[in-house]
């Protein structure tokens, strides 16, 4: 009872000290992720005059889509950082003093690991693909947006469709000075010029019009234009005292795509639908191979023969002499080369095709094993943590982020080359995806073991000896 009772006590404990931490940690590595994102599409977003929400919208589903990947960081650096406390202040040679091992008091936090593989799952499964399709409808509409109109001084500017605009200078309160435009919307060449000493810019409320007002100007129009049948070349010039240009600009306004473009995407379904989609992906490869059969078909005239199949019968040295015995002529080699041909180009259209269909077949089931992956990842990364931190001894925010990390990078490093080679059709989709599970599992075992008997891992003759005491023991 007395045991029991101190157990308790410990688990208390050790759940004050580890939830802290981790909400912390998760939080900043949270964080650092997003950074990282934006400062990926920093060029994509920068100049194109986005509204403020849709910039919030893209943080948003950015973080929802971050969040799996921060969890089992933070689960990684806070049990680093608990365990490394632990043994710092040498309450974990207390503890073991008092007949509890590492395992045991590691064991106390498997409810609450239970509890993040669960929530791990779930995010996968169900969050993160909504936020993956939200997050891809809404980072094409930013691709396929035009930059924000922004007129330089002394150069010519070409974005707006059928317009060529330069400004001399720029003053103050949006007056612009020097002001050349070429209208080009005829399609006739430089035919158009507009030139005026001042003017301004306007938009429409929708900001799918752009209004220039020009002051004291002139306008050349030699643009051709046909009058009764006959084609005028006509050239005229006018003064002007106020003019106003109406340009359509609705190509710059940010349109919103429809979502159902990504529906079929792989990191926008949850288990049900990638089982589903990676079954028809199958059907469809072997669809493709009994048309591929059938294409064949007419270019083996031997089977259209009705006595190939008796002479077959007949024994091997009776097809041989048949098949030798066969007229050979110039039009009949032409003909075999042109029939190979047209095999090899049918060959190489179906394993295109096959080949893209087993290739999403494989990013299916990849994406339908790694939600697994993900979750039992939880428990892995947490006793590798647990018995790392009991080996550097070493708590707060200094050596244990540094080694989490690394040992964040390696986890991340195997998961691509798993996934990568799962893309190339190297191995199979279940191999690619598990293999850091089947990496760290034995690596995770080890340590547990070295932190349990307090060996140094870099020296072998620290594992001899504890061999040599247990079985002198």
Do not use: C
């Not at 909400?23 to 950074?35: G, H, K, N, Q, S």
């Not at 007949?314 to 095999?343: H, M």
């Amino acid at each position: 009872m007395l045991k029991i009772g101190r157990l308790k006590k410990l688990h208390k404990l050790l759940y004050l000290s580890y939830v802290g931490p981790f909400v912390a940690t998760f939080f900043i590595a949270l964080f650092v992720l997003v950074v990282q994102f934006l400062f990926k599409w920093v060029d994509e977003l920068i100049g194109k005059g986005l509204p403020a929400d849709v910039l919030l919208q893209l943080v948003f589903y950015a973080t929802l889509g971050l969040v799996g990947m921060a969890l089992p960081l933070a689960v990684l650096l806070s049990s680093i950082m608990l365990f490394g406390g632990l043994a710092e202040h040498r309450e974990l040679m207390g503890l073991k003093s008092a007949g509890i091992s590492l395992l045991q008091v590691m064991g106390a936090m498997m409810p609450f690991l239970v509890l993040m593989m669960g929530v791990t799952f779930f995010l996968n499964n169900n969050l993160i693909p909504y936020a993956n399709r939200k997050l891809g409808t809404l980072l094409i509409d930013i691709r396929q947006k035009k930059p924000a109109i922004d007129l330089p001084e002394g150069v010519f500017y070409g974005g707006i469709r059928g317009y060529t605009i330069r400004v001399a200078e720029k003053k103050e309160g949006g007056r612009l000075e020097g002001l050349m435009i070429y209208d080009h919307t005829e399609r006739q060449g430089n035919t158009k010029v507009l030139l005026a000493d001042s003017g301004r810019i306007f938009y429409s409320r929708d900001t799918s019009w752009m209004f220039v007002q020009l002051y004291h100007g002139i306008a050349y129009d030699e643009a051709v234009r046909e009058v009764r049948g006959r084609q005028i070349p006509p050239f005229t010039v006018s003064q002007f005292e106020a003019y106003r240009m109406k340009i359509d600009i609705r190509e710059f306004k940010f349109v919103r795509t429809n979502e159902s473009i990504l529906a079929g995407h792989y990191q926008a379904m949850p288990m049900a639908l990638l089982a589903h989609y990676a079954d028809s992906m199958a059907r469809r490869v072997q669809a493709r191979l009994v048309d591929f059969r059938k294409s064949l078909r007419p270019f083996f005239l031997f089977e259209r023969d009705s006595l190939f199949w008796e002479r077959m019968s007949a024994g091997p040295d009776t097809v041989s002499r048949v098949a030798f015995a066969l007229p050979v002529t110039d039009k009949t080699r032409s003909r075999a080369l042109n029939e190979a041909y047209s095999v090899q180009n049918l060959l190489n259209a179906y394993s295109t095709e096959i080949t893209h269909y087993r290739k999403l077949r494989a990013r299916y089931l990849a994406e339908w094993h790694r939600k697994l992956t993900l979750a039992l990842a939880v428990i892995i990364l947490f006793l590798i943590g647990g018995a790392t931190g009991a080996i550097i001894r070493k708590g707060g925010l200094g050596m244990p982020t540094v080694v989490s990390v690394l040992l964040f990078i390696a986890f991340y490093l195997i998961d691509m080359t798993g996934y990568k080679m799962v893309k190339n059709l190297v191995v199979a989709p279940w191999l690619g995806i598990w293999l850091p599970i089947f990496v760290l599992a034995p690596v995770s075992i080890l340590l547990l073991l070295a932190a349990h008997w307090d060996v140094n891992l870099l020296a072998w003759r620290g594992w001899r000896r504890r061999e040599e005491d247990d079985v002198h023991h």
